[in-house]
C-alpha cells in the first residue's frame, strides 16, 4: 500500500513564507513525476507545480518565481518552499505522484490528504 503524507500548511501573513513537504511511504518500486495541487474554496483543484525523474519542473504561471519545488528520492519525498505568499495562495495543497507498486508494479496515481494553507491580507 503506497501512501502520501503532507505536512508544513499552515496560518501566514502576506508575504510570508511557507514549506510543505511530502513523504511517500509503502511498497514503492519507483516513483516518477511529484506534483503539489491546491484547491480553494469553490474552485476546481489546479496544478502548482511537478517536477519528473529528471529533476525538470513546471510551475503554474501564478506561483513562477515564488515557489520552488524539490524532491529528495533518497528520502521519498517532495517539498515546495512558498515564497511572498499571498491571499490568493489561500487553498488546500495536496501531493500528488506517479509510483510503481514494487508488488503489483503498475504505475498509478496517488493522492495525499491535503493540507491547509491560510494567508491573511
Known amino acids: 500500500q503506497v501512501q502520501l503524507a503532507e505536512s508544513g500548511g499552515g496560518l501566514v501573513q502576506s508575504g510570508g513564507s511557507l514549506r510543505l513537504s511530502c513523504a511517500a511511504s509503502g511498497s514503492i518500486l519507483t516513483i516518477h513525476t511529484m506534483a503539489w495541487y491546491r484547491q480553494a474554496p469553490g474552485k476546481e483543484r489546479e496544478l502548482v507545480a511537478s517536477?519528473?525523474?529528471?529533476?525538470?519542473?513546471n510551475y503554474a504561471d501564478s506561483v513562477k518565481s515564488r515557489f520552488t519545488i524539490s524532491r529528495d528520492d533518497a528520502w521519498k519525498t517532495v517539498s515546495l518552499q512558498m515564497n511572498s505568499l499571498k491571499p490568493e495562495d489561500t487553498a488546500v495543497y495536496y501531493c500528488?505522484?506517479?509510483?510503481?507498486?514494487?508488488?503489483?508494479?503498475?504505475?498509478?496515481?496517488?493522492w495525499g490528504q491535503g493540507t491547509q494553507v491560510t494567508v491573511s491580507s
Open positions: 500528488n505522484s506517479d509510483i510503481r507498486d514494487s508488488r503489483r508494479l503498475r504505475l498509478e496515481n496517488y
Open positions: 517536477i519528473d525523474r529528471g529533476g525538470v519542473t
